[in-house]
């Protein structure tokens, strides 16, 4: 509590999680998942209020997210949610971290990022590759028709 304009006992507001200062009601902090809407303020927003596809932001005055929603990832510099389809051949990140977890056929994940088998090999799960004469008899290269298949391009000379 602090004392108003009018000098009566005022309850801090229930977006600040009852962390303000008793002399003038500044808020000295926010709810889980809301930010000050100033430095410092008397008031506290939502993070979605500044980036809509924010789940968890951070609880200082940066305004920046730290967890997003499913399909995008926070931005390490700005903290803004970004989309996982601006990592290349990305299909689904982390919500926390700049890191592919599953990539389009036929690139396969690793180190946090997509990465295409070598020719002579196929997508055999999302982060490994296989030798195309391991699923197909006689087969050197091959695409991947999907996670596990191989449809066989040269065979294996006599």
């Keep these: 509590m602090y004392p108003n304009t009018s000098k009566t006992c ?20 926010c709810t889980t998942n809301n930010v ?3 430095t410092p303020g008397k008031a ?4 979605k209020s500044f980036d809509t596809n924010c789940f968890t932001c951070s609880p200082d005055f940066s305004r920046k997210c730290k967890v997003c ?6 931005d390490d510099v700005f903290g ?24 389009k056929d036929p690139f396969i994940q690793k180190s946090g990022g997509c990465e295409i ?9 999302e982060t490994t590759c296989s030798k195309c004469y391991n699923t197909i008899d006689n087969c050197n290269t091959c695409d991947t028709i999907a996670v596990g298949k191989a ?7 006599p």
């Design 10 to 29: 005022t309850r801090c507001d229930a977006s600040c999680n009852g962390q303000c200062n008793t002399s003038n009601g500044v808020f000295t902090g």
């Design 151 to 157: 449809r066989c391009n040269v065979c294996i000379s």
């Design 117 to 125: 088998c070598p020719i002579e090999e196929f997508k055999f799960s």
């Design 36 to 38: 000050f809407t100033d």
């Design 69 to 74: 929603v499913i399909g995008f990832y926070p």
């Design 80 to 103: 803004k949610c970004v989309a996982c389809a601006t990592i290349t051949n990305c299909n689904t990140c982390s919500s926390d971290t700049q890191k592919c977890l599953t990539c």
């Design 44 to 47: 506290c927003v939502a993070c």
